[in-house]
Nanobody, 123 residues
């Protein structure tokens, strides 16, 4: 059974850092586009970062460019999101997601979602 499990959420101060991790099981992680989404309190879910299956194409939403870094370890079936210089507006539940390929991820055609991990950034 396919599953994604996020860890690493918690409380950070503005300007601080957190690293999220996502463990994938039960599907071909190495052949999947992967990404991170987030849902701020009271708002809709939005994409944060996504990458092609080998990592050759990496994309970030403008709000996190230069501060967040996505990475993928196909040997360990792990996806990461390094978040630096965090801001209060980064406060959200962060979700790991998989798609067949990057174009489908851009279309929102997600095949697997994680359960989410809460990140809170204080001023």
């Amino acid at each position: 059974q396919a599953a994604l499990m996020e860890t690493g959420g918690g409380l950070a101060q503005a300007g601080g850092s957190l690293r999220l991790a996502c463990r994938a099981t039960g599907f071909d992680f190495g052949d999947s586009a992967m990404g991170w989404f987030r849902q701020p309190p009271g708002k809709e879910r939005e994409w944060v970062s996504r990458m092609s299956f080998l990592g050759g194409v990496v994309e970030y939403t403008d709000a996190v460019k230069g501060r967040f870094t996505i990475s993928k370890d196909n040997a360990k079936n792990m996806l990461y999101l390094q978040m630096n210089n965090m801001k209060p507006e980064d406060t959200a539940t962060y979700y790991c997601a998989a798609a067949i390929d990057l174009p489908k991820m851009r279309e929102g055609r997600i095949t697997h979602w994680g359960q989410g991990t809460l990140v809170t950034v204080s001023r």
